[in-house]
């Protein structure tokens, strides 16, 4: 079993940053993909960002140049870095392991999850 302990959600203006942490309390940083999801009242968990365990990338189109993943994995840790946020970036957060070899943009390739951490953007 993995424990996600995810930290860093907010409530910021149109245009700001956050920053997501995401620590794995069993290390499984290095051993395969982790990704972000995020889900908003009555729509569906959707992706937005991963990483695997060579440090490759994946950005949701959404997202894509403002918002970027990163792994430390001294730390256990994944890292979302959210700029030039939107008020439709407003959402629950959710880091993700435990990546079964599927499709890596599907929630249901994931057997991990975080608590969550919400992000609000006004």
């Known amino acids: 079993h993995v424990q996600l302990v995810e930290s860093g959600g907010g409530s910021v203006e149109a245009g700001g940053s956050l920053k997501l942490s995401c620590v794995a309390v069993?290390?499984?940083?290095?051993?395969?993909?982790m990704a972000w999801f995020r889900q908003s009242p009555g729509k569906e968990r959707e992706k937005v960002a991963a990483?695997?365990?060579?440090?490759?990338?994946s950005i949701a189109d959404s997202v894509k140049g403002r918002f970027t993943v990163s792994k430390d994995t001294a730390k256990n840790t994944v890292v979302l870095q959210l700029n030039s946020l939107k008020p439709e970036d407003s959402a629950g957060y959710y880091c993700?392991?435990?990546?079964?070899?599927?499709?890596?943009?599907?929630?249901?390739?994931?057997?991990?999850w975080g608590q969550g951490t919400q992000v609000t953007v006004s």
């Open positions: 993700a392991a435990g990546w079964n070899g599927g499709d890596w943009n599907q929630a249901r390739s994931y057997v991990y």
């Open positions: 069993q290390d499984t940083t290095k051993r395969n993909a």
């Open positions: 990483i695997d365990s060579v440090g490759d990338t």
